[in-house]
């Protein structure tokens, strides 16, 4: 089983298979209703209906059998199947829990008489990602629906300029063009944040609303859409930093004037509080929501302005975030924020990063200057109950300690578990949880090229199940590489294999001599087909016409060299655009592609190189 419970007791009577004909009682949850119907009409069988009913709160008798491993737990839930379907949970919640894991057992094929008992390790399970494209809904809802079946409870939207603001439409106007300029070309963000100005400056964000806004009504639909499957919407509202989408309309707020792409307002200008608290409540007022992200990661810029000059750096940080969080308290409304300006941190190299300050050489002087301003001391000044959003793990186990020590909830950030050392040991210090975080686009090829499948899927197992085992990574990886492939190529789950006459799919299992090396595509940097397309492999038909099917490396082949591990970046990127298959010792990939021309017979099938990168064809298969 993918999640392990805390209790499973599998009985020898025999039940008779659920059914695809169901009928419901306990419960008039329509999204529930409807997750129901949609199991059984997936993976039920012909024959009498299957009752389904929904308990709320557990039974005696079934406390009993549970014994210690019950929990007192808003989230937890049982299950009990003998023929018919009794889902306990004392929250509509747990039910849906509970027909994630009907799912799962269906799926396997291990559904049978059980009792069943479970509940979640971590209470903040999360994804933390940009608002989608107005073209992209489709594929949020898929993804919103992913989570569910993986048991996350909670979702982060970064808000930025990608929501219409009514109060403030200048916002949402440079927004819009700023990000036309940013996408000019690959890179151009780079060269903007590195290369343009002698100061550190923060990424762009420019993927956030794929570079465009929603109108208030459009978010309101994804925000319903994610709370009718019981999915906290957290919304994150940049403030002090990353705030490039409030100075590009308010250049007068800019804490550095010289800046054209400022990304830092002044925290001494009252004028800021009031386009800032505007700002939040529209959000407050579209969301609704019980928490929110303010941001603050990557602060750079401070005591520049003729008002602050003379200030404190990490005094003025800590001033800007209380009085963030005393307006949101005020609204009954918790704080959240990146925490990494807490840490007095170094990166691997010993190179001072988070709240560390870091000096350089003046090229002309040939003196020590500040570069990034020191802010670790503001970590005893902030109100205690802002959950702090850790990001550094990946550097030192001990930062967690910053936060637990200072008595602030903390979750992790950007959460990645395959390279995260010591999860068991970290979560019993205190953690809370995690955010996996997509930085790029919902495209479908950027959340593949970008790893984002198999981090969620091995997030949710870390996060929901103690039973969790660190050397198992690689094999718990190989046996959901496969179906996350499925779960993202949803037309082949009914696909039969066929001939050349009236194929559906044409699947090549292939790998190449080509070697790219993998990097993610996020803050302006783009999937190039000039960089990427390989060729394309030529379908001729009977009547004489033919069709050109992409080649393109990291999306649908990779390298011949490629292992099939967690640890292999290039597998990674593969996983759910290929089905990975091994031969010997050799990993291949099956790329599939839908034929444009079912209706034709197919008489050839050839590549037709731009690069001379050579292509292995181990197999071409037709399906229908």
Not at 373 to 394: E, F, N, Q, R
Not at 575 to 597: C, E, R, S
């Amino acid at each position: 089983m993918f999640f392990i419970p805390q209790f499973l007791v599998r009985r020898k009577e025999e039940a008779k298979p659920i059914s695809n004909h169901i009928h419901m009682q306990g419960t008039d949850n329509a999204y529930l209703l409807q997750r129901v119907t949609g199991i059984a009409q997936t993976y039920g069988q012909e024959g009498d209906s299957t009752a389904v009913h929904f308990i709320t709160g557990y039974p005696d008798t079934l406390k009993q059998e549970i014994g210690d491993k019950f929990a007192d737990n808003a989230e937890s839930y049982a299950i009990r199947y003998d023929g018919d379907l009794f889902l306990y949970a004392p929250t509509e919640a747990g039910w849906n829990f509970a027909l994630s894991t009907i799912e799962f057992l269906l799926r396997d094929g291990e559904m049978g008489p059980l009792t069943l008992f479970d509940y979640p390790d971590c209470e903040t399970r999360g994804y933390r990602v940009f608002l989608p494209h107005k073209d992209d809904f489709e594929t949020f809802r898929h993804v919103v629906d992913f989570l569910v079946q993986y048991k996350y409870n909670t979702i982060m939207l970064e808000i930025g300029g990608a929501m219409e603001y009514k109060r403030h439409p200048e916002i949402n106007a440079s927004w819009v063009e700023f990000c036309k300029d940013m996408k000019r070309y690959s890179g151009r963000t780079h060269e903007i944040q590195h290369k343009t100005y002698p100061w550190a400056k923060n990424a762009i964000h420019v993927d956030n609303g794929g570079g465009d806004y929603l109108t208030q009504e459009q978010v309101k639909e994804l925000v319903s859409y994610c709370r009718e499957r019981f999915l906290e919407v957290i919304p994150e509202v940049p403030t002090l930093s990353h705030c490039d989408y409030l100075l590009l309309a308010h250049p007068e707020l800019r804490e550095r004037d010289n800046d054209d792409y400022a990304d830092t307002y002044c925290p001494s200008n009252p004028e800021s509080y009031k386009l800032v608290f505007d700002v939040l409540d529209e959000v407050i007022d579209v969301m609704q929501p019980k928490r929110i992200n303010i941001g603050h990661d990557e602060a750079y810029t401070f005591s520049i302005c003729d008002t602050c000059k003379d200030q404190i750096p990490y005094k003025l940080y800590a001033q800007d975030i209380i009085k963030i969080h005393e307006y949101l308290n005020q609204k009954g409304i918790a704080t959240m924020m990146w925490g990494e300006k807490l840490l007095d941190a170094k990166n691997t190299s010993g190179v001072s990063i988070g709240g560390g300050e870091r000096k350089v050489k003046d090229p002309e002087t040939g003196m020590e200057v500040i570069y990034i301003h020191g802010l670790s001391d503001c970590a005893s000044l902030l109100p205690k109950d802002i959950t702090m959003m850790h990001w550094y793990h990946v550097f030192d186990e001990n930062y967690d300690h910053v936060y637990h020590k200072n008595g602030y909830p903390m979750v992790y950030g950007n959460l990645n578990i395959f390279s995260m050392t010591n999860w068991r040991k970290r979560k019993n210090w205190g953690a809370k949880g995690g955010f996996v975080s997509n930085w790029g686009s919902f495209h479908p090829e950027y959340m593949q090229r970008n790893t984002q499948s198999m981090r969620l899927i091995f997030s949710a197992k870390v996060m929901w199940s103690d039973e969790f085992d660190h050397t198992m990574l690689d094999e718990y990886y190989r046996e959901n590489a496969v179906e996350t492939f499925y779960h993202f190529n949803p037309f082949m789950k009914d696909v039969t294999p066929g001939d050349n006459t009236q194929a559906r799919v044409v699947a090549v299992t292939h790998a190449t001599e080509l070697d790219i090396p993998f990097k993610p595509f996020y803050d302006g940097i783009f999937i190039e087909d000039s960089v990427y397309v390989m060729g394309h492999y030529v379908l001729s038909y009977e009547d004489g016409t033919s069709a050109l099917l992409s080649v393109k490396f990291g999306t649908n082949i990779t390298n011949i060299n490629t292992k099939f591990s967690c640890q292999d970046a290039h597998c990674n990127e593969m996983i759910g655009g290929g089905n990975p298959v091994l031969m010997g010792d050799t990993l291949y990939f099956t790329a599939v592609y839908q034929n444009p021309h079912p209706e034709k017979a197919i008489t050839g099938f050839s590549y037709q190189p731009i690069k001379p990168d050579a292509i292995r064809v181990a197999k071409v298969q037709f399906w229908k």
